[in-house]
């Protein structure tokens, strides 16, 4: 399955990119062409990237561009990933930042968080402007907001690669063996209060400045306690300066430390995360709202407890630790509620943790975080996903193609036969049958035929294209037919590619191009077919065209759109896939920038001739195929 997730680069050391790392390293594992859209980590001036996953596979890094979402390039990306193919968009990002245009070409997936109570409106608008978009959540909240407004909503949490985040007491720096208290430079006694998370908002989402007058109450009475932080102390470009409220609450010199600034702009290795948080004897993420909240189970894989609001996916994340409850507050942009925490709550915790017997909940912790572990995440959630909701192939319950009628409607050009019939009769398997439907007066085309040792059938039905396919198809009885030109070259192996595919599908496009020279740019984008291959039950019983069942082919066209129709409507019923390494050649004159010979072939030019009938007569009924269609993606990009 081909599949690009839109989100922060693997290569980053984000919550988003070490999420995406986790994730594509396993679908790549799992056999997935899988390729990275990424909105942050890796900026268009870059250019095409790569991130390499951990069993040693170079997988597509595609840059971002202008936009903060990504959305100005994600549908390009993907469609020069999907290439013919089917594919997937998952998107791990705030999704209301998405506009959703261009969504409904695509299958795509919406990996959203919900970080308010209630879902705010500007997510559940986007999946109203975007109906075909599949949203998943990543928290239980998240799920049973969604499921409330009407969203039915799937559910797969974030993940935490519990062999690295695990109890690390010490580990080899520059040589020799350095504890986690060492690594913060912190005293072996103090008790040690730990936050972990992103200053960048200016309503203080991650409640700093709740945690740190806490803290400071806490600390009266607690003189050997230190809070350490782990985030941009000066807030960045738009939080709050952390130095500045600890200032303001009264601690004093040494009771809050920070990361060293510049290796927190560097960014922390994995292993080293798991040394800091097992420096910590409590995490302290008292947060507004959360839409995952990794550093909770990230600390409790290292067997720390916890300190979180009661609130949104923060209290389901709680395993071994302290909930505390607050005030809801209005989050007027979002137009839903965020929590502030009681100060006191807060302390209150704080004491329950500085009394407890830590050492006893360090197993209790981690029993818990393991339930995220990301290989059980992969294999419980992501697996049967791929299969159940991922998997849009039709099931592979029809007969494989057994045998074929190859129809070929004879247009007056004899010189063709020699190159068509053996190429044929070179890349035959045995299952195949060639037949000509000829036109009684075409004597030369008839002895051209004759010659080759190939039987043919009487064109009773009119001259047009379609009369001739629709006459070889009530003229013959294979449980297949294959609609082709008279100006094909057939190559090795382009049944036994069909077949391939036939358990699936009853309408089997092949490739008209050759090895380094496209033919036809939609046909070898998969998106369109001039040759193709049709189960005759699927004309029998349904009818492979808009006249119904009983008839392969529209009369109502002379020469083009009659294989258009043909495809489209097999494409919006599901039942069309493009096979790409079944090679018919077409050697139209047209493909070979030769207007000499375009103007010098006379069943060309009448076909020319009645074009624009034929268009009209398409976008008259197109949009019957339109009222039939059961498929949720864009037919028509």
């Known amino acids: 399955m081909k599949i690009l997730l839109h989100t922060n680069s693997p290569t980053s050391f984000t919550g988003y990119g070490v ?19 990424a909105t942050y980590g890796h900026p268009g001036a870059n250019g095409m990237g790569t991130y390499t996953t951990r069993s040693g596979v170079k997988v597509k890094l595609y840059p971002n561009w202008q936009a903060v979402s990504g959305e100005d390039v994600l549908y390009a990306h993907a469609q020069s990933h999907f290439g013919a193919d089917e594919g997937w968009i998952i998107c791990l990002i705030d999704i209301w930042s998405l506009t959703g245009h261009g969504a409904a070409a695509f299958n795509m997936i919406g990996w959203a968080p919900v970080d308010h109570h209630p879902v705010p409106p500007i997510v559940t608008d986007f999946f109203e402007r975007a109906p075909t978009v599949i949203p998943l959540a990543m928290s239980q909240h998240g799920q049973s907001e969604y499921q409330r407004c009407g969203i ?28 986690s208290r060492e690594f913060l430079g912190l005293p072996a006694g103090a008790f040690v209060v730990g936050m972990v998370g992103m200053s960048k908002d200016p309503l203080d989402r991650k409640n700093f400045s709740i945690a740190i007058q806490a803290f400071a109450e806490f600390h009266k009475n607690h003189p050997n306690a230190i809070l350490h932080i782990h985030t941009d102390k000066h807030g960045g470009l ?17 009771a809050v430390s920070f990361t060293n600034q510049y290796a927190y702009i560097v960014g922390f290795p994995p292993r ?41 996916a923060q209290s389901e994340l709680c395993g071994a630790g302290w909930t505390v409850t607050g005030d809801r507050i209005w989050d007027g942009p979002n137009k839903s509620w965020y929590l502030r925490p009681h100060i006191s709550a807060v302390v209150e915790a704080l004491e329950k943790a500085y009394d407890a017997d830590l050492i006893n909940m360090q197993d209790e912790a981690r029993e818990f ?51 068509l019939v053996t190429s044929f009769i070179a890349s035959n398997d045995g299952t195949a049958t060639l037949y000509y439907v000829c036109d009684a007066d075409d004597l030369e085309q008839i002895a051209a035929v004759e010659a080759a040792g190939v039987e043919w059938i009487e064109a009773t039905r009119g001259t047009s294209f379609s009369a001739k396919i629709n006459e070889g198809y009530l003229n013959t009885s294979e449980s297949w037919i294959f609609v082709t030109g008279d100006d094909v070259e057939f190559t090795p192996g382009w049944i036994q590619a069909a077949r391939e595919v036939s358990d699936r599908y009853d309408v089997v496009g092949t490739n008209d191009s050759e090895a380094g020279r496209v033919r036809n740019p939609k046909v070898a984008a998969g998106t369109h077919s001039d040759h193709f291959f049709i189960r005759r039950q699927y004309i029998d019983d349904e009818g492979s065209s808009l006249e119904g069942p009983g008839l392969a082919m529209a009369e109502a066209y002379y020469h083009f759109f009659s294989d258009v129709e043909v495809i489209q409507l ?28 375009r103007q010098a072939d006379p069943v060309y030019m009448h076909a020319v001739d009645f074009s624009e009938m034929d268009a009209i007569s398409f976008k008259r009924r197109a949009g019957l195929i339109d009222h039939r269609k059961t498929v949720t993606k864009d037919i028509w990009t």
């Open 19 to 37: 999420q995406a790392a986790l994730l594509v390293d396993r679908l790549v594992e799992d056999g997935h062409d899988v390729a990275v859209s």
């Open 152 to 179: 039915d909503a799937g559910y797969i949490p974030l993940a935490v690669d519990t062999n690295v985040y695990k109890p690390t007491f010490e580990t080899e720096m520059d040589g020799r063996m350095v504890s």
């Open 238 to 254: 738009s939080g709050n300066d952390l130095v500045e409220v600890v200032a303001a609450c009264g601690l004093p010199d040494g």
């Open 272 to 312: 080293l995360m798991a040394l800091m948080y097992t420096g910590f004897d409590v995490l302290l993420a008292p947060s507004a709202g959360e839409g995952f909240g990794v550093p909770l189970v990230e600390a409790q894989a290292c067997g720390v407890p916890v300190i979180v609001s009661d609130f949104t």
């Open 369 to 419: 975080a393991l339930q995220y572990d990301v290989d059980h995440v992969y294999d419980t959630y992501w697996r049967p996903y791929l299969r159940d909701v991922m998997d849009t192939r039709p099931p592979a319950d029809k007969e494989l193609m057994t045998d074929v009628a190859v129809l070929v409607p004879a247009m007056k050009r004899p010189g063709n036969v020699e190159r």
């Open 570 to 597: 097999a494409k919006a019923l599901g039942k069309f896939t493009p096979c790409l390494d079944s090679h018919v050649i077409h050697h139209h004159p047209g493909y070979d920038g030769r207007e000499d010979l």
